[in-house]
């Protein structure tokens, strides 16, 4: 534990040294909710007689909300990155904290963080406004949410040789990782399961429930779970055996 703290308070002290890296953990979060205000206050009503924003509030909040936890995998998998060029993973082979200890803080201590912000954004950002949304529902869907954090940071943390890889991955993932919006944009029907392959669509298809309807669709949620618990350990050997 004493060593866990260690590395909490390390990553912070990365964190705080990279503008960047403090611009994606505590200004992005802030952007995002005041970039919901605007179009609320702002934007919205001065477009109402030409496109009613409105009706899109849902689609601009599952949007937000794939983002969040992209954000935090983005600092995740960099300071992989940073650590693996340092070869702090060969040393830890002889530190008392396990490789494995190591890997699994590391993937689920920016989660925590993602989980948090997901928590609160939906209130923070108003677009929940004129729907059913039911924030006790929406708290097993956070978490889900949040499980995006080391699926994405690991995906790119295990295939990128470099920084330049990464970001051509993330912006790459990141393509693909939205596109199940449209699913619910263009209101598909049965069609929207062609993106099924993608895991965060049932994370999208919970949420969309729980927005719609203020349930929560247990079959989505499961199928999400297992599809994300599959995936980010599949991700941990492949990233184990080549590191």
């Known amino acids: 534990m004493v060593y866990i703290l260690k590395l909490a308070i390390n990553?912070?002290?990365?964190?705080m040294r990279d503008r960047f890296f403090v611009f994606a953990f505590f200004a992005y979060?802030?952007?995002?909710?005041?970039?919901?205000?605007?179009?609320?206050?702002?934007?919205?009503?001065?477009?109402?007689?030409?496109?009613?924003?409105?009706?899109?509030?849902?689609?601009?909040?599952m949007f937000f909300i794939i983002i969040i936890?992209?954000?935090?995998?983005?600092i995740a998998a960099f300071l992989i990155l940073d650590e693996r060029d340092d070869h702090l993973l060969t040393v830890l082979r002889v530190m008392p904290i396990s490789r494995n200890s190591y890997l699994i803080y590391?993937?689920?201590?920016?989660?925590?963080?993602?989980?948090?912000?997901?928590?609160?954004?939906?209130?923070?950002?108003?677009?929940i406004e004129n729907t059913q949304f039911s924030y006790i529902t929406y708290i097993p869907i956070a978490v889900l949410f949040a499980l995006?954090?080391?699926?994405?940071?690991?995906?790119?943390?295990?295939?990128?040789t470099n920084k330049v890889q990464a970001f051509a991955i993330f912006k790459?993932?990141?393509?693909?990782?939205?596109?199940?919006?449209?699913?619910?944009?263009?209101?598909?029907?049965?069609?929207k399961y062609v993106f099924s392959p993608v895991p965060n669509f049932w994370s999208l298809l919970a949420l969309d429930s729980v927005i719609k309807n203020g349930t929560l669709d247990i079959n989505p949620l499961v199928i999400g779970f297992a599809f994300h618990i599959v995936l980010i350990v599949?991700?941990?050997?492949?990233?184990n055996k080549k590191y």
């Open 29 to 61: 979060p802030v952007m995002l909710i005041t970039i919901s205000r605007i179009i609320i206050h702002l934007i919205a009503p001065r477009l109402e007689n030409v496109f009613p924003l409105v009706a899109n509030y849902p689609l601009l909040l």
């Open 106 to 127: 590391r993937m689920f201590f920016m989660s925590l963080f993602a989980f948090f912000v997901l928590l609160i954004f939906p209130i923070l950002s108003g677009l």
């Open 172 to 191: 790459i993932g990141g393509t693909v990782f939205i596109l199940p919006i449209f699913a619910f944009f263009l209101n598909l029907g049965n069609l």
């Open 11 to 15: 990553d912070f002290r990365n964190i």
């Open 69 to 74: 936890p992209f954000i935090f995998s983005f």
């Open 148 to 160: 995006f954090t080391p699926l994405s940071a690991l995906l790119v943390a295990s295939f990128a």
């Open 234 to 239: 599949v991700l941990f050997y492949i990233f």
